[in-house]
């Protein structure tokens, strides 16, 4: 064989495995295409996540709100940081809404790095 037909048949070959194969036909009826659905988009999964994300957050911004936000407190106190206002602008609040953020997300991380350690994607 030539290496002129070596490089032909390795063409052939490169190029059948880049043709993309036929897409499988559509489910037939209502509810073959309704699980095919839910299978394809990981309906479950989805759903799965979505509220145990909603419980997770309500944890978490109680662990801020009830255990962490006392704490910086008790670290300064008599200051009514809540209530610092300048002119219409209420910065005490945004301000102890950037802490909460800032706790909260750091938790979170937290929360993913020790997931990824024991296996947990």
Request: charged share 15%.
């Amino acid at each position: 064989m030539s290496t002129d037909e070596q490089i032909l048949e390795q063409l052939t070959e490169i190029r059948k495995l880049l043709t993309p194969a036929e897409p499988p036909p559509p489910p037939e009826g209502f509810i073959n295409e309704f699980t095919t659905f839910l299978s394809k988009y990981k309906v479950l999964g989805l759903a799965v996540a979505f509220i145990l994300g909603l419980y997770l957050g309500a944890l978490v911004q109680a662990l801020v709100g009830d255990l962490i936000m006392p704490l910086i407190t008790v670290f300064i106190p008599d200051v009514a940081w809540d209530e610092i206002v300048l002119g219409p602008f209420m910065v005490g609040h945004f301000i102890g809404e950037l802490i909460t953020f800032i706790i909260i997300a750091f938790v979170v991380f937290l929360l993913v790095k020790f997931a990824a350690r024991i296996g947990i994607d």
